[in-house]
């Protein structure tokens, strides 16, 4: 199965060209002021532009207001707006009607009970995005570089479509995938040097992994 790739908190040019060299289906930019990986909304729409039909452009944004999104839907133009924030069922209804843009909806993960959430946002959000947890005293909602239980999502329908997220890497893609086989997966902290600074060698050998883990007798299991 070739599932979907989607790099997240992209900043320059030169790592947006290798995640795209290399096959990435999603490119994320961060618009939330507090992360080390966000950008402002017009920088982030320049430097989109080589993307546009190549991979999805994902809009992060955390609980935004209706002015916020008005600013990254004018300004990047995005394919989907990516919402991290507590956003009910009935803000994402309004944001998908407001912008008439696919809406994937993250939720942060610990145990069985936290994923029994996503009930009430089925035939609402068009994918979903799975994240860990934020460890105590991060002020990130997402991008800590931490993982969950993986085996949890064993609990889901198969219906729902969604990306693995949260503190995935070359080291634990290859376990994650084989345990999940998720549809779709999303790095971001595990392809940098330092926080917010993406490192195109770090976008090689996840690539790497993740091709390594989906040769044909891996995905077997044998
Ligand atoms: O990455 C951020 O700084 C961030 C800040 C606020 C909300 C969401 C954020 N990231 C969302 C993502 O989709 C990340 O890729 C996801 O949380 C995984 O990050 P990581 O564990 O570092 O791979």
């Keep these: 199965m070739k599932q979907d790739i989607k790099i997240c908190g992209l900043r320059t040019a030169e790592t947006i060209d290798r995640a795209l060299a290399r096959g990435a289906t999603h490119i994320g930019f961060i618009f939330f002021e507090k992360s080390p990986r966000y950008v402002e909304p017009d920088i982030a729409g320049k430097l989109a532009e080589p993307a546009r039909g190549k991979a999805k452009i994902v809009a992060v944004t955390v609980n935004p207001s209706n002015d916020d999104l008005d600013e990254i839907v004018a300004l990047l133009k995005p394919d989907i ?122 976008i090689d050998e996840f690539f790497d992994a993740v091709e390594w883990a989906c040769q044909p007798e891996m995905a077997s299991g044998s």
Excluded: C
């Excluded at 909806?105 to 029994?116: E, G, M, N, P, Q």
């Excluded at 089925?122 to 994240?131: P, S």
């Excluded at 969604?162 to 999303?186: C, H, Q, V």
């Design 81 to 202: 707006l990516q919402l991290h924030g507590d956003e009910s069922p009935e803000r994402v209804l309004t944001i998908k009607a407001v912008y008439g843009l696919p809406v994937m909806k993250a939720f942060s993960v610990r145990t069985a009970d936290d994923l029994k959430r996503v009930e009430a946002y089925i035939g609402i959000a068009d994918r979903f995005l799975f994240d860990a947890k934020p460890p105590k005293g991060s002020d990130l909602p997402g991008g800590n570089g931490v993982s969950f239980d993986w085996s949890l999502l064993s609990w889901l329908d198969d219906s729902v479509d969604y990306m693995l997220s949260g503190g995935l890497n070359k080291a634990n893609i290859a376990e994650a995938l084989a345990i999940t086989r998720a549809p779709g997966i999303d790095v971001s902290s595990g392809v940098e040097s330092a926080p917010g600074v993406k490192d195109v060698a770090l």
